[in-house]
């Protein structure tokens, strides 16, 4: 069986303020903090001012090599290939440059603001959380994906996407979804949540450093340790399933990550949703374009669907039932500029926020997410989960594999079992959390 829709044992726990203008503020100014306890408002924002650091890899060695591929990933004009050799300088050696004032976006003015107090600094005492969100954006404006001509909307990790999505590696988990068909009801169930749950560790910006992704060698890699079956430092799964009984007309809105071999179990478990009737409506949230290599956009939403109903099997029925429920506006894609905003949530628009609060539950996939959630800083691990997501405007769920610094809510003695084992359980994606605050 495809090692994503293993039976993970659940109970196994062994194993910026970036904001330098807030351009999506909150009406009434207020802070969001609901809670009785205070989180530690001192907790140091990460930046990529620390030698050996996670961040700090990232900016030196993630983002170069990541330029490098995408540059040999298409045939871009001179033009291009002088911009991205600019940025790669600028990141290794320069400060951060405002975006260029040619540039044809409608954002420009947000990054302005955005960007107040970093620009002309260098990219390591920037916000790692900004830095990194400006890094993608600028990745994009050197390859011409906002410009008027004709590399206009050509997502430049797309080849790296498409690989993955070839795969043999996702025929071999889409064949797998077979094996669940028998299963009891609440395995299966949890079978699919922890599907998607580890459907998180397959991310292509996470394999750029072990020299992937490339357009032939993509989505492999990612899936095998043992510790996959073992790593949930938290587990909340049964309130997620509390906040979704059957039968209930609940909307449930789910802010996807990762395209290819994310998306497609969390499409999976969108379906098993609706069609055991925890929800009446699902609300799939997307990015408005590439980001964070393989962040899916709706483009990418319609290559799984089209995958999933080319597939025989179990997997076709579900691709076909999602067409479906696309068609009936059961099933919703939606995306909002915010979702590429250097913003914690905190900082979520009322527009975003009135949606949020209309879902009985808000899944939140993902690394970038849960950072945005409970704000990127070296937060003691045992803080709150429930205190720092007091502001979200409902129920809410993050369900990530962690691949950066930042965790919470883990039980004192989890905390102490997991600094002596030695490993980088951090970072190395060999962990995963899901943690729900009702
Ligand atoms: O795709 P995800 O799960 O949001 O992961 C994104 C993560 O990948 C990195 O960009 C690099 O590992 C992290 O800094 C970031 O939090």
Redesign the pocket.
Known sequence: MGSQYRNHTSDDARGSDTVAANAFPAPDGRTGRGSGRIPDPGAPVIRGDRPGSFARG?LTE?HPALIRQVRGAFPYGPRQGRALDALLDEITDGVVEPLDASGHASDHELWSAWGRGHFGRSWFDVPFLWA?SYFYRRLLAATEYFGVGPWQGVDPFAPFKEAELRSETVDEEIRALDALADMPAGDRATALLHASLWG?RA?L??LVSAGKPTPDSTGTGTETGTSAGSGLVADDSALLWHLLPAGARATVAVVA??AGRELIPDLVLVDHFLERRHAERVVLHVKPYPY?V??ATTADVVDCLRRLTRASGGAGAIGERLWDAMATGRLEVRTHPFFCAPLPYEKMPEDLREEFASAAVTVLK????Y?RLVGDRRWEATTQFADLTAYFPGPVAAL??L??DVVVGLEEQTLNTLERSGEAWRTSGTHALVQVRQ
Not at 366 to 369: A, I, K, Q, R, S
């Open positions: 990232v993630r990194e998180n991310d910006g996470f990550d990762n964070y393989s962040d993902g690394d970038l997410n950072r990530r594999t691949k950066s």
